[in-house]
């Protein structure tokens, strides 16, 4: 059976109708508005003008971990030089510290980064922490995300690596 739309002379109405209650001028002014703002929006992005940079605080102390994942679901933390265990992540627990370094291994296996290459945890002057990924360039402002998930690092940044 085959189904198609007839225009017939009983839907004239209901289509005129339609157009009646949609009045053109202010509908056009809108769509207008929300061209212009995405022109200014994208003109923004792309040339950095209007942008207001605020200079990273002087780096108190700098750490590097690596953070591996282990066959029970657990994440540990090791101090990069030493290899000593800092921290051991248990299973289904800390989702922003799991959310966080889940986003920074997709973008290394996205640009054929490998694991050797440790994160770097920067503990600066005004108390804000940036984790950086050296293989990839990315930059994580724990403080963006809050005191509480801000903590969740700050507690590994303080953290002293398990003697072996």
Do not use: W, Y
């Given at each position: 059976?085959?189904?198609?739309?007839?225009?017939?002379?009983?839907?004239?109405?209901?289509?005129?109708?339609?157009?009646?209650?949609?009045?053109?001028?202010?509908?056009?002014?809108?769509?207008?508005?929300?061209?212009?703002?995405?022109?200014?929006?994208?003109?923004?992005?792309?040339?950095?003008?209007?942008?207001?940079?605020?200079?990273?605080?002087?780096?108190?102390?700098?750490?590097?971990?690596?953070?591996?994942?282990?066959?029970?679901?657990?994440?540990?933390?090791?101090?990069?030089?030493?290899?000593?265990?800092?921290?051991?992540?248990?299973?289904?627990?800390?989702?922003?510290?799991?959310?966080?370094?889940?986003?920074?291994?997709?973008?290394?296996?996205?640009?054929?980064?490998?694991?050797?290459?440790?994160?770097?945890?920067?503990?600066?002057?005004?108390?804000?922490?940036?984790?950086?990924?050296?293989?990839?360039?990315?930059r994580v402002d724990l403080a963006s995300f809050g005191p509480t998930n801000a903590a969740v690092f700050a507690q590994i940044m303080v953290a002293k690596p398990a003697v072996q």
């Amino acid at each position: 059976m085959e189904h198609a739309i007839a225009d017939s002379p009983a839907d004239a109405p209901a289509r005129e109708h339609l157009h009646e209650n949609l009045p053109r001028t202010p509908l056009m002014a809108l769509c207008a508005l929300v061209i212009c703002t995405v022109v200014a929006v994208a003109a923004v992005r792309i040339t950095g003008v209007g942008v207001v940079h605020q200079p990273d605080a002087a780096a108190v102390e700098v750490r590097e971990f690596r953070f591996e994942d282990r066959p029970d679901g657990s994440i540990v933390v090791l101090d990069a030089a030493s290899r000593g265990l800092v921290e051991t992540v248990a299973p289904g627990t800390n989702g922003f510290l799991r959310g966080t370094m889940r986003g920074l291994a997709r973008e290394r296996k996205r640009m054929g980064v490998g694991p050797e290459i440790p994160f770097r945890m920067i503990g600066r002057a005004d108390g804000r922490l940036t984790l950086e990924d050296p293989g990839t360039g990315r930059r994580v402002d724990l403080a963006s995300f809050g005191p509480t998930n801000a903590a969740v690092f700050a507690q590994i940044m303080v953290a002293k690596p398990a003697v072996q």
